[in-house]
């Protein structure tokens, strides 16, 4: 089903800040609690419940401003704030216009359980949360409260629960298709070796398993090199890939892993083809030392398409973003944030013709969804809670003359293997 926004009008006005400094300043302070939050019908006859009242609905952000993908979480807060900003201006959904309240974790676990805590009781969903260690830390808080959530974050480990849902591919299928990738665009063959450098935990885990699993099947050694995410000079990694004789290396981690890995590769000679998920790559990148290797060298395999596509949905949503926040970088955040804010618009909507905003009834409207196209990428089926929503991976490669730094090089395609590799999962 194509995702509309079947808004309605309303002469009710609510104060809607929609400067990001606002939007900071909320976050830093314990969210106020909501007024006649119970559940219950409102005037309209439309059920109610946490974060929704006569005249507003409240969405929570759980996002990184000030730790390692603070670029990241500051890009999709300013894209979920234009959309609501978008929303409103049109009347809002269901008769009320919408809230986002922000609180920044700064990659720090604690912290965000203590946010999630603060604004639980004040929000009907949470349109962003950043990070596979903190949506693993507080799933269960998740599932209880049947919050629908969308993580920035792709780790298989986080399906299987009916209020989470796993925007595009997981880390898994990425992997699998840059491995498809490098066999077919570097003449891979068999008894060659590949690097693999990955964080410790789900993100790493899972994209190795991926990689692990494609490389078994082309016959093809992978030298896996676990890292921490404060690991930022790895040069002895490249050292360790350089005595093995990789062929071309797998990366991930974040930007500054990706960057260092790129220059370092490129100063000891290991010219090898690097592909990196899409969190180990920022436009920012492009103005580093590393930007002439990370040209060179680097592919992102990637759930979403580039910020510089044609597709009408992204050049429009460039356009508005550009508009509204002169100055600021465009980059795959302002997409992914985008995305999901106009995703978790078309579930409010559902729920509100289906007469409840009640949290499990908004999950349940998001999971009636079986072909959820915003216009900004490929289709996705929200329906079985074990699958990824897409099979379908794009592949971007930086460019520093393009919008947001990057260019398509493959449309979204799914890679051979994928289907019988989560078969053998049981997805």
Known sequence: MNVK????????????????????????????????????????????????????????????????????????????????????????????????????????VQKAVTAYADISSDVVALPQVIGSPVVAALIDDIERDQMLTFPQAWAASLLGKDAVQVLGTTYDLDMIAAVDFLTRTAKLKKGDSIGHVYFEGDYGANALEGSTWAAEQAGIKVVDQKIKATDTDLTAQVSALRKAGVKAILISAGPAQTASLAGVAASRGLQVPIVTSAPGYAPQLMKTPAAKALEAMVHIASAAPAVSSNLPGVKSMVAAYEKKYPGSQVDSGVLSGYNAAKLIGADLENACEAGSLAREDVVKAHRAQTKADTGLGTPQNFSDVNSPASLSTYILKPDAKAVGAVVGVEDAHEAPGVAEYLKGKGA
């Not at 419940?49 to 670029?71: H, Q, W």
């Not at 609501?84 to 700064?106: L, P």
Request: proline share 2%; with cysteine; hydrophobic share 35%.
């Open 5 to 108: 926004h079947r808004r309605h009008r309303t002469t009710s006005r609510i104060l809607l800040a929609s400067a990001v400094s606002a939007l900071l300043l909320a976050g830093t302070a314990c969210s106020s609690k909501a007024d006649n939050d119970d559940a219950g019908s409102g005037a309209d006859g439309v059920k109610a419940g946490p974060g929704v009242t006569d005249k507003t609905i409240k969405l929570g952000a759980l996002t990184d401003l000030t730790g390692p993908y603070a670029t990241l979480g500051k890009s999709i807060v300013q894209a979920q704030q234009m959309w609501a900003d978008e929303v409103n201006a049109e009347g809002g959904i269901c008769d009320r216009k919408v809230q986002i309240v922000v609180e920044d974790h700064g990659y720090d």
